[in-house]
């Protein structure tokens, strides 16, 4: 089933994508850059909001996909999840450093200070942990044939754990107010502009986001085939010899 | 169906790699109950890969392998099969006595002392019986590891060169143990270098060669001069 | 879920084991007080006795990690783990005998390590004994669920001593925060109420991680 899905959608992805997702990124840009007004407390700088939002909740998009394929594959043992479950990682991976990146420039100029351990960033640097350790097992494990059975049951204890690690985070932060936090508040959104520019965005990286999981899953499944092949000239080799 | 016609391991193009080593390939291979199958060939063709396989130890890479009928592994199948390895399975620190009592009760038999003064009298250990594993010799724990195989009276029996450690006597004691099992129409998979016991105990011989089956006795026929097949195939000395 | 009889074989066979050959606990207490030493000479002595709570969950962290793998790679290296395997006992058995094992063996540690800490840094005894009992016990069982869990794994690759705190570390968070601090109410003299909100957590954790070890062990010794 998975086989007749994937045969549906890839020329509708090859070719819709990619177009797709460069126009609504390119439209989201000029949208942040040019259309959209400054805020009024914080200036220019607030335009990094659009990208910081929306990289955050892709990145933990990333790792409910991944986490969801992971748990199918344990449970069916297709390897089209797993390889699912691998691309998810490596785009949340993206995003999430996207948004470690994109928090920092923001906060400096607002808040006078690089970093702030505010519980939703917080999250992300331990959910990029995470994925920094999937990504290494996968690397370290790539020679062992049950690899993909190792990083989906990391994948799916993650994921359980996540709501545990909130709730922690949270409770934490709650006992140093005043040394870990910057004052919050952005203001809101005043212009209706904003949010069309919010949902402009919103769109762009939803459209990113798939091309780029798409792209990676093909990736997977070329890179599997090769071996598949290059194992049985090898076997084809041997047995004339 | 007919208990002695089913088929207790059925394999179709069976295949196993570790890494980029291809140890089994493409192996199509069938044992039905009651028969005793004896798998000769040298180091590295995958004779104890097989095995293993059949042990659900391992899993196959390509291929089918049903055990019983299912391809599901399971307790219930685990229960049903028994596996002397290369290495004998026990636990260094506890005594025979011990490692005996631990495997019954993990197999759940009733009366576990019993059962494992039983086995260490069957396998000649019994006055080693409170003796550490660790202390052992080759031979000794080689018989030990057989009764640890062999304690929950499976039907399906695995052995990964059995003979290999064990001195004349020893020798002795366990062919008489397996055609004793061969007489209870238990299904045997052995696995040796040792062509004369191996033929002993054998209803049909195979070799196995690079990972495939180079050779094989034909139906109904008595495995004979093993070894001089043997060599022609691998083009080796026998040990 | 009846937990079968095998369970609590194996953790008689394993604590039989272990008394008879004290490897993992000798290594395991030795290495605890050689890294407190060093926490000892490394803090402020002024700020020592502020830390001593983190110091007594990092230091049984990076302990225990060591003995968990430890004891996974010995029992596969001389065969007998496959025994276990080839026997017909459901895994997530084995992983609760193996999670209960390493509890025992681990409280034994911590508790060496309270005691010299209470010691090095002259603390008084917690208030509420009993609660400060609790609270090392729903840590311990947390950690040492995710341990089992994933030393399953680390053992069979290369580079495995860093593996294993890279896989557990980060799932850790949750155990870090309120063992940490709910050691550090209670060392304080807080009452278990005062730290029930912690409480409340580990336990979940606790919950949730084992019941997932239970399950998900099975996927983890195929080979």
Not at chain 2, 153 to 182: C, F
């Given at each position: 089933?998975?086989?007749?899905?994937?045969?549906?959608?890839?020329?509708?992805?090859?070719?819709?994508?990619?177009?797709?997702?460069?126009?609504?990124?390119?439209?989201?840009?000029?949208?942040?850059?040019?259309?959209?007004?400054?805020?009024?407390?914080?200036?220019?700088?607030?335009?990094?909001?659009?990208?910081?939002?929306?990289?955050?909740?892709?990145?933990?998009?990333?790792?409910?996909?991944?986490?969801?394929?992971?748990?199918?594959?344990?449970?069916?043992?297709?390897?089209?999840h797993?390889?699912?479950?691998?691309?998810?990682?490596?785009?949340?991976?993206?995003?999430?450093?996207m948004?470690?990146?994109?928090?920092?420039?923001?906060?400096?100029?607002?808040?006078?200070?690089?970093?702030?351990?505010?519980?939703?960033?917080?999250?992300?640097?331990?959910?990029?942990?995470?994925?920094?350790?999937?990504?290494?097992?996968?690397?370290?494990?790539?020679?062992?044939?049950?690899?993909?059975?190792?990083?989906?049951?990391?994948?799916?204890?993650?994921?359980?754990d996540?709501?545990?690690?909130m709730?922690?985070?949270?409770?934490?932060?709650?006992?140093?107010?005043?040394?870990?936090?910057?004052?919050?508040?952005?203001?809101?959104?005043?212009?209706?502009?904003?949010?069309?520019?919010?949902?402009?965005?919103?769109?762009?990286?939803?459209?990113?986001?798939?091309?780029?999981?798409?792209l990676?899953?093909?990736?997977?499944?070329?890179?599997?085939?090769?071996?598949?092949?290059?194992?049985?000239i090898?076997?084809?080799?041997?047995?004339?010899? | 169906?007919?208990?002695r016609?089913?088929?207790?391991?059925?394999?179709?193009?069976?295949?196993?790699?570790?890494?980029?080593?291809?140890?089994?390939?493409?192996?199509?291979?069938?044992?039905?109950?009651?028969?005793?199958?004896?798998?000769?060939?040298?180091?590295?063709?995958?004779k104890?890969?097989?095995?293993?396989?059949c042990?659900?130890?391992?899993?196959?890479?390509?291929?089918?392998?049903?055990?019983?009928?299912?391809?599901?592994?399971?307790?219930?199948?685990?229960?049903?099969?028994?596996?002397?390895?290369?290495?004998?399975?026990?636990?260094?620190?506890?005594?025979?006595?011990?490692?005996?009592?631990?495997?019954?009760?993990?197999?759940?038999?009733?009366?576990?002392?019993?059962?494992?003064?039983?086995?260490?009298?069957?396998?000649?250990?019994?006055?080693?019986?409170?003796?550490p594993?660790?202390?052992?010799s080759?031979?000794?724990?080689?018989?030990?590891?057989?009764?640890?195989?062999?304690?929950?009276?499976?039907?399906?029996?695995?052995?990964?060169?059995?003979?290999?450690?064990?001195?004349?006597?020893?020798?002795?004691?366990?062919?008489?143990?397996?055609?004793?099992?061969?007489?209870?129409?238990?299904?045997?998979?052995?696995?040796?270098h040792?062509?004369?016991?191996?033929?002993?105990?054998?209803?049909?011989?195979?070799?196995?060669?690079?990972?495939r089956?180079?050779?094989?006795?034909s139906?109904?026929?008595?495995?004979?001069?093993?070894?001089?097949?043997?060599?022609?195939?691998?083009?080796?000395?026998?040990? | 879920?009846?937990?079968?009889?095998?369970?609590?074989?194996?953790?008689?066979?394993?604590?039989?084991?272990?008394?008879?050959?004290?490897?993992?606990?000798?290594?395991?207490?030795?290495?605890?007080?050689?890294?407190?030493?060093?926490?000892?000479?490394a803090?402020?002595?002024?700020?020592?006795?502020?830390?001593?709570?983190?110091?007594?969950?990092?230091?049984?962290?990076?302990?225990?990690?060591?003995?968990?793998?430890?004891?996974?790679?010995?029992?596969?290296?001389?065969?007998?783990?496959?025994?276990?395997?080839?026997?017909?006992?459901?895994?997530?058995?084995?992983?609760?005998?193996?999670?209960?094992?390493n509890?025992?063996?681990?409280?034994?540690?911590?508790?060496?390590?309270?005691?010299?800490?209470?010691?090095?840094?002259?603390?008084?005894?917690?208030?509420?004994?009993?609660?400060?009992?609790?609270?090392?016990?729903?840590?311990?069982?947390?950690?040492?669920?995710?341990?089992?869990?994933?030393?399953?794994?680390?053992?069979?690759?290369?580079?495995?001593?860093?593996?294993?705190?890279?896989?557990?570390?980060?799932?850790?968070v949750?155990?870090?925060?309120?063992?940490?601090?709910?050691?550090?109410?209670?060392?304080?003299?807080?009452?278990?109420?005062?730290?029930?909100?912690?409480?409340?957590?580990?336990?979940?954790?606790?919950?949730?991680?084992?019941?997932?070890?239970?399950?998900?062990?099975?996927?983890?010794?195929?080979?």
């Open positions: 089933m998975a086989l007749a899905i994937r045969s549906r959608l890839a020329p509708l992805a090859d070719r819709i994508l990619p177009a797709a997702a460069t126009t609504a990124m390119l439209t989201a840009l000029w949208c942040v850059f040019l259309y959209v007004p400054n805020e009024r407390m914080q200036g220019a700088v607030q335009r990094i909001f659009y990208f910081h939002v929306n990289a955050a909740w892709s990145a933990f998009l990333g790792f409910g996909i991944a986490a969801a394929a992971s748990a199918l594959f344990l449970w069916r043992g297709r390897i089209e797993d390889r699912l479950a691998q691309a998810a990682v490596e785009v949340g991976m993206l995003f999430c450093t948004v470690l990146a994109t928090g920092p420039i923001w906060a400096r100029p607002i808040w006078g200070t690089w970093w702030t351990w505010d519980p939703r960033l917080t999250m992300t640097v331990i959910l990029w942990t995470i994925y920094a350790v999937y990504l290494v097992l996968r690397m370290v494990g790539r020679d062992d044939p049950e690899i993909a059975r190792y990083a989906a049951v990391l994948a799916v204890v993650g994921i359980l996540v709501p545990l690690i709730v922690s985070v949270r409770l934490w932060r709650g006992m140093h107010p005043s040394v870990l936090t910057a004052p919050e508040g952005t203001g809101g959104l005043q212009d209706p502009r904003m949010m069309r520019t919010l949902l402009v965005a919103f769109v762009a990286f939803a459209l990113l986001f798939l091309w780029l999981l798409w990676r899953y093909e990736g997977l499944r070329l890179r599997d085939d090769v071996r598949e092949l290059e194992l049985r090898g076997a084809r080799h041997e047995a004339r010899g | 169906m007919d208990a016609t089913s088929a207790v391991v059925e394999a179709r193009g069976l295949g196993k790699s570790f890494g980029r080593t291809v140890v089994l390939r493409d192996l199509d291979l069938c044992v039905v109950a009651g028969e005793s199958l004896v798998i000769f060939g040298p180091n590295g063709a995958g104890s890969t097989l095995l293993r396989l042990s659900t130890l391992q899993r196959p890479d390509r291929g089918s392998l049903s055990l019983f009928g299912t391809t599901e592994g399971g307790a219930g199948v685990r229960r049903r099969i028994g596996l002397l390895g290369h290495q004998s399975f026990l636990y260094p620190d506890l005594s025979a006595r011990e490692n005996l009592e631990f495997f019954a009760r993990m197999y759940r038999l009733g009366d576990p002392e019993r059962c494992a003064s039983a086995w260490l009298a069957r396998v000649a250990l019994e006055s080693a019986g409170t003796r594993v660790r202390v052992f080759r031979g000794m724990e080689q018989r030990l590891g057989l009764a640890r195989a062999l304690l929950h009276d499976p039907e399906l029996i695995l052995l990964d060169e059995p003979w290999s450690g064990l001195d004349a006597e020893a020798a002795d004691l366990l062919s008489a143990l397996l055609q004793g099992l061969r007489r209870e129409r238990r299904t045997l998979i052995v696995a040796t040792d062509f004369e016991r191996g033929a002993t105990v054998a209803d049909r011989a195979l070799i196995l060669h690079g990972g089956i180079a050779w094989a006795t139906a109904g026929e008595a495995p004979r001069a093993l070894d001089a097949i043997y060599r022609r195939i691998t083009g080796a000395v026998a040990a | 879920m009846r937990s079968p009889p095998e369970v609590w074989t194996i953790l008689q066979k394993d604590l039989r084991l272990e008394l008879r050959t004290k490897e993992a606990l000798s290594g395991l207490v030795v290495l605890v007080v050689l890294i407190l030493l060093t926490f000892t000479f803090l402020d002595p002024e700020g020592a006795v502020a830390a001593a709570p983190a110091v007594l969950w990092v230091t049984i962290v990076f302990a225990g990690l060591l003995a968990v793998q430890r004891a996974f790679l010995s029992e596969r290296e001389n065969g007998s783990w496959y025994g276990l395997l080839l026997c017909p006992v459901d895994r997530g058995a084995i992983f609760a005998a193996k999670l209960a094992g509890v025992i063996i681990l409280t034994v540690a911590q508790s060496v390590l309270t005691a010299l800490l209470m010691l090095f840094l002259g603390l008084r005894l917690p208030g509420s004994v009993v609660a400060f009992v609790l609270a090392n016990a729903l840590g311990l069982i947390g950690f040492s669920a995710l341990a089992t869990l994933f030393a399953a794994i680390s053992v069979r690759l290369r580079a495995r001593e860093m593996m294993l705190p890279l896989l557990v570390l980060p799932l850790l949750p155990v870090v925060i309120c063992a940490v601090e709910a050691s550090r109410i209670l060392l304080a003299g807080g009452t278990a109420a005062s730290a029930g909100v912690w409480l409340r957590v580990l336990a979940t954790f606790d919950v949730i991680v084992t019941v997932a070890g239970w399950m998900l062990f099975e996927q983890l010794v195929l080979e």
